[in-house]
């Protein structure tokens, strides 16, 4: 099977790492997986480019380009399978994909599925009635999918975070594992950063939504009970700068490390003793089911695939996104609590290998491709 998969960009993010382990386990099984960016080609880009993956970047850098360049690829290319990430790819690849005669179209989104302006809105209707499935990643982005005026309700799928078993069988509006991410191999501990004391590490974007500020805040009330505390923040963005110097003038530049963009995070994961997470709004990120992929026990605020997740896994403590004290005593908690630890450290571990391997969301996904008209009019003919 040929896929094409479009994405903004392949900067490190969340969304682009999962697109780029499902083209390596899509290759593994005999198909063949490339990626269109419609930006910038990034660091996840050049690594896919260099395991002999085409990866295009820059099919949108001007008004209206990107529509015109996809359905080029697409009408020579012939893929039997275009997946879309994100409503960016989605508006500008959708149509052009429908046109080109590609004969399975999905559209996930790796977000919450906020509302946004309405132009966008209308492009993003419009581009729905040319998808065969719109996926959403957990309960909540799935729920504000079906409130989202002109996309189909009968093309949606709800990504229910748990274990079913795969027979083959396809019913609309099912609940099916499609969260999946590979598990991150434990670094030898040669390779950790230096660490002295409890250390929680962030790792993500360093963007508004992510409320680092919250994070922050908690962290230096907890640090004035607990002194040996330790905070890693492992990635970049527009955000960083301003972060530096809110650690500075909280006084916790000492005890707080910026890492910078990584595309090998496995030491840190490896060090840390617990994740944090303080987004006011999410899906799911790839990096708390990483983290659970290594047994660390997790802080998380209560929105989104979070919430859901941690919460059914019984794999960390949840806190309002909006209350520096309550997340201040989670840090606590987990810090003072050798058995609560051990047992969310536990209950992570089994989550990641009984709900979110890469392979079982591949599955889903191949089952999703091939229950569409133009798959099943292709395999009558």
Known sequence: MKIAHVVDSMEVGG????????????????????????????????????EGFAVEANVGRHLLEAPRRLFRIFKEMQPSVVHLHNPTPTINGAVSARL?????????????????RFAVELEYAVAATCCDWIVGICDATTNNLRKRRGVPARKIVRVYNCAFPLNGAFTLNGAFPLNG??????????????????????????????NHALMFHAFREALATMPSLRLWV????????????????????????????????????????????????????????????????AIVTDVGGMAEVVGSAQAGLIVPAT?????????????????????????????????FRIETMVDAYMDLYRNTAGARRMESE
Not at 328 to 354: P, Q, T, V
């Open 323 to 355: 209350d520096a004290a309550e997340m201040a005593k989670a840090i606590l908690r987990l810090a003072g609590n050798d058995g609560e630890r051990e047992r969310f450290s536990r209950n992570a571990e089994a989550a990641f290998h009984s709900r």
């Open 15 to 50: 969304a682009e790492t999962l697109v780029s382990q499902m083209c390596q386990v899509q290759r593994e099984r005999g198909h063949d997986a490339s990626i269109y960016a419609i930006g910038a080609l990034g660091p996840l880009g050049e690594r896919m480019r260099g």
């Open 234 to 297: 492992v990635g970049d963005g527009s955000e960083r700068t301003t972060l530096e110097g809110l650690a500075r003038e909280l006084g916790i530049s000492a005890e707080v490390s910026f890492w910078g963009e990584q595309l090998d995070v496995a030491p840190y994961f490896s060090a840390a003793d617990a994740f944090i997470m303080s987004s006011k709004s999410e899906g799911l990120p790839v990096a708390l089911i990483q983290a659970f992929s290594v047994g660390l026990p």
């Open 181 to 210: 991410v590979r598990p991150i191999d434990r670094a030898a501990s040669e390779r950790w950063p230096h660490k002295n004391g409890f250390t929680l590490v962030y790792v993500g974007r360093l963007a508004p939504v992510k």
């Open 100 to 116: 080109a005669g590609v004969q399975s179209i999905l559209s996930t989104w790796h977000n919450l599925a906020a509302p946004r």
